[in-house]
Each structure stands twice: as structure tokens, then as C-alpha cells.
């Protein structure tokens, strides 16, 4: 079975800062990885994706995570923190375990980012 | 950008009781999903739905749920007895195709068993 770790359930910058959200998995088979992110009362957004392809992947609103097969990691970055970024970010995995199972996603315990001006 | 909307936003229920979560998904996708979130807990897997029929379940969704997609553009979840610990956010999924990879969420529906 999969599983997916955040690392800090609180992160909190400065604005313009760097911003980095930890994810590592667990995955018996190759895994695909997500980022998405939640603003208040708004469902989950996709972020970005890792589907095996390029390891270093860009995604929306500046964002971008590297996949390290070494690590297990995929963590999330940006370089410069906008006060719009202030939203939780749920890791995400997904396995081709057959037949539609790499539909189901599952989550990390989601990480809040606050944005400081 | 389509959207898939869930209603209501906020439900109230006493225990026992029977409550429907419904959601319209985008109306071209083929694959439906519930997840939930209990409050400080990770989002987890309910169920996955794809030609009018469960494809996958987790062990949460017991005899207590169903899911129905009773007029092609409704997807709903039912609980037939709640209980407290049934107090969740629930969200509701769609997505196009699997290869895809890409599900759309719902702004979910906050559940409060009382």
C-alpha cells in the first residue's frame, strides 16, 4: 500500500521568501505524485503532477516539485511567496495497481502555509 | 474553468438518521469519486464510481453507504444511520479519463452529526 508523509503542518514565510513543503511517500510500485492546494471554502485544486516523466515538474501560480527516486521525495517549491499562496497544500500518490485503481489518490495530512507581508 | 459542485455546503443531521451528499460533477467525465476529511485528519479514499457501478471501496464505506448516479448528472453519496464520528468533510471528485491523471474536487460538504 501507499502512503504519503508531510513533513510540518504549519509553514509560515515572509513575502517574497522561498517557499518549500515537504512530501515524501511510500510506494511498493512506481508512483504517480500530486500537489493540490485548498483555499478556503473552495474544494482541492491541482497543482502540478508526476506521472514518470520529466523528475522536475512545473506547475501553476509558479510552483514546482521535484520527484528523487532516492529520496522518495516530492517536495514542493516556489521562489518568491505571494500573499495569494496563504492555502493548505495536500501531497498526494497514486499507484497502476490494474484496472482503476490509479484513479484513487492517497493524501498526505495537508500543510497550511502562511504568508507574511 | 468547469467546476464540480457539491451541495449543501453545511449539513446538521442527528444521529441515526439517513443523509444524502450530492454533487453534479463535469459533465463530460466519466469517473466519480467521495472522499472525506474528519477534522485534523488526513483526506481519505471512500469510493471510486465508473459505469454506473463501484470500481474500488475502502474499508470506511461499509453497509452504512452508497452511492448512486440516479439521473446521469447527479452523483450522490448516502449514510443511512449516521453517527458521530460520521463528522467530515466530504468531497466529492470527477474525472475525465484516468490516464489523465487529473481529478477535479468539489468545495465539499461539511457534515455534523449531532
Request: aromatic share 12%; glycine share 6%; with cysteine.
Amino acid at each position: 500500500a501507499q502512503s504519503v508523509t508531510q513533513l510540518g503542518s504549519h509553514v509560515s514565510v515572509s513575502e517574497g521568501a522561498l517557499v518549500l513543503l515537504r512530501c515524501n511517500y511510500s510506494s511498493s510500485v512506481p508512483p504517480y505524485l500530486f500537489w493540490y492546494v485548498q483555499y478556503p471554502n473552495q474544494g482541492l485544486q491541482l497543482l502540478l503532477k508526476y506521472t514518470s516523466a520529466a523528475t522536475l515538474v512545473k506547475g501553476i501560480n509558479g510552483f514546482e516539485a521535484e520527484f528523487k527516486k532516492s529520496e522518495t521525495s516530492f517536495h514542493l517549491t516556489k521562489p518568491s511567496a505571494h500573499m495569494s499562496d496563504a492555502a493548505e497544500y495536500f501531497c498526494a500518490v497514486s499507484v497502476n495497481a490494474g484496472g482503476t485503481s490509479y484513479g484513487k489518490l492517497t493524501f498526505g495530512q495537508g500543510t497550511i502555509l502562511t504568508v507574511h507581508p | 474553468e468547469p467546476e464540480v459542485t457539491q451541495t449543501p455546503s453545511h449539513q446538521v443531521t442527528q444521529m441515526g438518521q439517513e443523509v444524502i451528499l450530492r454533487c453534479v460533477p463535469i459533465s463530460n467525465h466519466l469517473y466519480f469519486y467521495w472522499y472525506r476529511q474528519i477534522l485534523g485528519q488526513k483526506v481519505e479514499f471512500l469510493v471510486s464510481f465508473y459505469n454506473n457501478e463501484i470500481s474500488e471501496k475502502s474499508e470506511i464505506f461499509d453497509d452504512q453507504f452508497s452511492v448512486e448516479r440516479p439521473d446521469g448528472s447527479n452523483f450522490t453519496l448516502k449514510i443511512r444511520s449516521t453517527k458521530l464520528e460520521d463528522s467530515a468533510m466530504y468531497f466529492c471528485a470527477s474525472s475525465e479519463a484516468l490516464w489523465r491523471l487529473k481529478a477535479f474536487f468539489g468545495q465539499g460538504t461539511r457534515l455534523t452529526v449531532v
